[in-house]
């Protein structure tokens, strides 16, 4: 078995400034631009290749989507914060923020869930028509970009956080990476909000 060490996992690699974990981080998040980007394409080219298109506001809960917003905007604070608090040193008050960036993600998706039952009721689907065909695509990617950063927020609170014990900067460094994640999911809302709820 070998017991090399991969380097530059805590320290920032002299060529690119950033450690490893970090690039790798950014590296992924590029792609995930190129995934959202092309759907932000295609639903610009769908839209501007029809005199027809529905406003969002008229067929979709704004109230409900403002809310949801200000939600994930504010689970973005708590990731920052649990971030913080491992820099200054406390485990405790990193539990409780992230603990707090969980429960605010599942309540986005609680929320979401809602909306998508209160159209599933009233027999609005993907087949209905090509904007509830964007809406669902893109909502629902977004969905499960959420439920997979919230999967791997509560592996670091609960199990990952063993390693805080033993290589506590290794261990903010994941929760920096995690963050990122964090930030671009809460980013992609952003862009989603205005053009699918308020255009």
């Known amino acids: 078995m070998s017991t090399a060490v991969i380097p530059y ?7 690119t400034g950033v450690t490893n974990s970090k690039l790798g981080t950014w590296c992924f998040l590029a792609s995930e631009v190129m995934l959202f ?10 839209r501007t290749g029809t005199l027809e298109w529905p406003h969002g506001k008229e067929l979709l809960n704004v109230p409900l989507a403002t809310v949801n917003t200000l939600v994930l905007i504010t689970s973005s604070v708590t990731m920052v914060m649990s ?6 040193k406390s485990l405790s008050r990193y539990r409780f923020f992230m603990g707090l960036t969980i429960l605010l993600g599942l309540a ?9 039952g209160h159209k599933f009721q009233h027999h609005l689907f993907p087949s209905t028509g090509t904007f509830y065909a964007v809406y ?26 063993r390693l805080w014990r033993t290589n506590p900067e290794q261990f903010t460094g994941r929760i920096e990476c995690a963050g990122l994640y964090w930030h671009f999911v809460d980013l992609v809302w952003i862009f989603l909000f205005p053009v699918l709820y308020l255009l």
Do not use: D
């Open 9 to 15: 996992i805590s320290e920032s690699h002299p060529v």
């Open 37 to 46: 980007g092309g759907l932000f394409s295609a639903y610009v080219l769908l």
């Open 83 to 88: 971030w913080a608090s491992l820099v200054m």
């Open 108 to 116: 986005f998706l609680v929320v979401k869930a809602f909306e998508y």
């Open 136 to 161: 669902f695509t893109l909502t629902g990617l977004h969905g499960l970009h959420v439920l997979g950063g919230i999967l791997v927020n509560l592996y670091f609170l609960v199990p990952g956080s």
